[in-house]
């Protein structure tokens, strides 16, 4: 797929989940590079830079695209070749770069799967490829527990983990969002993943997460976040707090003279987690 086609998947929500946008964006600029025709190293790293930031703008609350598309290109630009070998030598980068986030989602769901204990309730939010596989890989290991998803309004990323869960047969129940605190009571952990951890160490994650974190610590939950390290935001660059058409909210119903504020991310302070849990390891500080 084109740089092109696949920035307005991502702003269209086609394609989700931190990790899977930052591997698509790193497919898109391996496409780039096959057909690239740049004449010279200066002339192809131009272009290179150039549809990288078309694909970093695409999401600006996760910092997991940037973070690729910088790893990508400083990895490119620290190669010592000419055309065209420069090209050849670029695109093996990009399939190691691919392989180095495979190995660590693999090592992070692993490690993520140790928190999960026989006969827990736990609450999830939104969807996470990396929770779902923590799960799953709990699941597999021969823990048995139930899970609760919240709904995820307006775009119902919850309808998405609940479905992988049930035919992985994780015995699945949703709620609606607003839900979350009356069912608290009776939940053992908490687990969402996230699209961002500030340098600060605040987490940026889908719009809920902070309600989820403020029952949890009214009932005494245990709440951990699960991430790779290529959402840090070590850099300190921070990130937008994304809003998206009203109409998403509506759904085809009219409120003349109302303004509708489609906020996507909030952003939640590390005090409200017990933990993060990333390839290396769950942290009790961070």
């Not at 015995?171 to 053992?188: E, H, K, L, Q, Y």
């Not at 989820?212 to 937008?240: H, I």
Request: include cysteine.
């Amino acid at each position: 797929m084109s740089v092109e086609s696949v920035a307005r998947d991502i702003r269209e929500m086609k394609i989700q989940g931190a990790v899977t946008i930052a591997m698509a964006a790193e497919e898109a600029l391996e496409e780039f590079i096959k057909n690239c025709q740049a004449g010279s190293r200066d002339d192809f790293l131009s272009q290179l830079r150039a549809e990288g930031n078309k694909l970093a703008e695409a999401r600006p609350s996760a910092i997991a695209l940037p973070n690729a598309v910088d790893m990508f290109i400083e990895k490119v630009e620290a190669i010592n070749l000419g055309m065209p070998d420069l090209k050849d030598a670029a695109l093996l980068a990009g399939k190691e770069l691919m392989e180095d986030t495979k190995d660590s989602f693999k090592e992070l769901t692993e490690k993520g799967s140790e928190i999960v204990r026989d006969g827990q309730l736990i609450l999830i939010h939104c969807h996470s490829s990396t929770v779902t596989g923590i799960l799953k890989k709990a699941w597999d290991s021969g823990k048995r527990f139930n899970v609760i998803c919240t709904e995820t309004r307006p775009s119902k990323q919850g309808f998405i983990s609940a479905k992988e869960l049930a035919e992985h047969e994780i015995p699945t129940t949703i709620v609606i969002d607003s839900a979350v605190a009356s069912v608290m009571a009776g939940v053992d952990i908490a687990l969402v993943g996230a699209d961002t951890i500030l340098k600060n160490g605040d987490v940026v994650n889908k719009i809920g997460t902070l309600g989820v974190a403020l029952a949890a610590k009214e009932f005494g939950v245990p709440m951990y976040v699960a991430t790779q390290r290529l959402k840090f935001d070590t850099k300190g660059k921070g990130v937008g707090i994304e809003s998206r058409p009203a109409e998403e909210i509506l759904e085809g119903a009219e409120l003349p003279g109302v303004e509708i504020e489609n906020l996507v991310f909030d952003i939640t302070k590390k005090s409200y987690f017990k933990g993060i849990i990333t390839e290396g390891g769950i942290r009790l500080k961070w």
